[in-house]
């Protein structure tokens, strides 16, 4: 089966740079992806990596390492919307189930 | 239109009611899911459609029972819910039902309280 483990919270400041880890164990998966969800509403697509290495999207960059079985998003020049919880999640590649992993609650002062 | 609507908001209903939550998407996507979120957890997967059929039950209690009319619509029957019921109901769709990298578009949920 899949696990993956997020940090339950993490604070930050204004304009700051954050990382959010994700660490699984798994048997076999397609990719990394990563979604935010504020409170009330609905997880939205972020990031997805197929492969090792840095995705970059605007302020938001995602890295996975599936020799290190890890995986973390990137969180520049915060803003106050950016306070969301974030869900990594990977598609397994023997059910096709997306699991998502334990969820990090950000909050963003000013 | 890529969006995901869901209905009603918000549902409370009794353990004795009948209910029915409903879904739509007209992205032309083929796989449709319902998941189930507690506060403070991740959304866990309860069925999901694929080409209009069930394709993924997770052990999911017979008292919800899924539907797919069509490949635009989604419907989750509720029937003799327990309290412990209550939570946020995601549906969500994608392209297909295939693992590569499969974007999921979540709609806003239905916030269930079963009394």
């Known amino acids: 089966g899949q696990s993956l483990e997020q940090p339950s919270e993490v604070t930050a400041v204004e304009g700051a740079i954050v990382q959010i880890n994700c660490t699984y164990q798994t048997s076999g998966f397609y990719g990394l992806s990563w979604y935010q969800q504020h409170d009330g509403g609905a997880p939205t697509f972020l990031s997805y990596n197929a492969l090792d290495g840095l995705e970059e999207t605007g302020r938001f960059s995602s890295f996975l390492s599936r020799s290190d079985s890890y995986g973390y998003l990137l969180l520049q020049e915060l803003q106050m919307k950016d306070s969301a919880s974030y869900f990594c999640?990977?598609?397994?590649?023997?059910?096709?189930?997306?699991?998502f992993g334990t969820g990090t609650r950000l909050q963003v002062f000013p | 239109d890529t969006e995901v609507t869901q209905t009603p908001k918000h549902l409370v209903m009794g353990m004795t009611n009948k209910k029915s939550l409903k879904c739509e998407q007209h992205?032309?996507?083929?796989?449709m899911y319902w998941y189930k979120q507690k506060a403070k957890k991740p959304p866990e997967l309860m069925f999901v459609y694929s080409y209009e059929k069930l394709s993924i039950n997770e052990s999911v209690p017979s008292r919800f029972s899924p539907e797919c009319p069509n490949s635009s619509l989604l419907n989750l029957h509720l029937h003799a819910l327990q309290p412990e019921d209550s939570a946020l109901y995601l549906c969500?769709?994608?392209?297909?039902?295939?693992?590569?990298?499969?974007?999921?578009?979540f709609g806003p949920g239905t916030r269930l309280t079963v009394l």
């Open positions: 999640a990977v598609r397994d590649q023997n059910t096709d189930k997306l699991i």
């Open positions: 969500a769709s994608s392209q297909d039902g295939s693992g590569l990298g499969n974007e999921q578009f």
């Open positions: 992205m032309g996507h083929r796989a």
